[in-house]
């Protein structure tokens, strides 16, 4: 089953490129390197948080033999990010594993698959983007590749944009239902990712709650690509431009 969702949530172009090259990964694009390689880690961090999290849990790792609780917790790692299942009470994690969670949720699967989330890609360009700005490099490289400045300012916008949608709706669903935090903020990512856990918020609360997270799953389906159709179709030659000036930052 986890390969099942592991391919599903990796992205079309990634299993094309598989199919096409096969094993030779220096004829590899580099958005397929980017999303095996940040897959990759993404799955043994999360799996490798879980343990620590759970392993004494009883009422979830902790009452598993040791390697089930290895299987589960990489399972957990898996579908967070897209599938939705559980296999163990989602409840009963702990507060450090459902945020863990929170976070591999929003994040999500490839560009162009059935998982939701901002996209692995978007997620892992960032990262370069912030690594690069901390040696100090004029350009942001992956894989042998240059990523222009265009790319940088979308895969932004889609996260800032998502953590804005968030917020609001966290705050919403703390407002209209009394929730805490944590739970708020599980939900509303679970929502707007289309993954489809819950805590058992979204059976206890009323229909208020209910309407906002309907609400975060039509625009986690439509939101990013919509997002990003309007930043490329909109792009426009400048007619003039100002002149620069840096703010101070920090």
């Known amino acids: 089953m986890c390969v099942a969702i592991i391919f599903g949530g990796i992205g079309f172009p990634v299993l094309r490129t598989f199919a096409i ?3 030779k990964w220096r004829m590899w694009p580099m958005h397929s390197k980017l999303m095996i390689s940040a897959t990759a880690v993404l799955l043994v961090l999360g799996t490798m948080m879980f343990l620590v999290f759970e392993w004494s849990n009883p009422r979830t790792l ?3 033999p040791e390697t089930a609780r290895l299987h589960s917790a990489f399972f957990h790692s898996v579908q967070t990010r897209t599938a939705g299942f559980n296999s163990v009470d989602t409840a009963s994690l702990n507060e450090e594993s459902l945020l863990v969670s929170t976070i591999l949720m929003f994040i999500g699967g490839g560009s ?3 998982a939701g989330g901002i996209k692995v890609s978007t997620f ?3 990262a370069f983007v912030i690594w690069a700005e ?4 004029r350009d942001v490289n992956m894989f042998g590749r240059r990523i222009s400045e265009d790319s940088q ?3 932004l916008t889609v996260a800032l944009v998502g953590v804005g949608v968030l917020a609001a709706a966290t705050l919403a669903l703390m407002t209209l239902g009394g929730t805490g935090l944590t739970a708020a903020a599980f ?3 679970s929502a707007l990712s289309t993954v489809g856990l819950s805590t058992g918020v979204t059976g206890t609360e009323g229909s208020a709650t209910q309407i906002v997270l309907v609400f975060l799953m039509f625009i986690g389906r439509l939101g990013p690509v919509v997002l990003v159709a309007a930043i490329v179709l909109r792009t426009r030659p400048n007619m003039f431009r100002f002149p620069s ?3 101070l930052i920090g």
């Open 21 to 23: 090259h096969k094993f």
């Open 112 to 114: 162009a698959s059935t």
């Open 124 to 126: 892992a360009l960032l």
């Open 153 to 155: 300012r979308q895969a």
């Open 134 to 137: 901390i040696r100090g490099d």
């Open 62 to 64: 902790g009452a598993l």
């Open 245 to 247: 000036e840096r703010p």
């Open 187 to 189: 939900e509303a990512v």
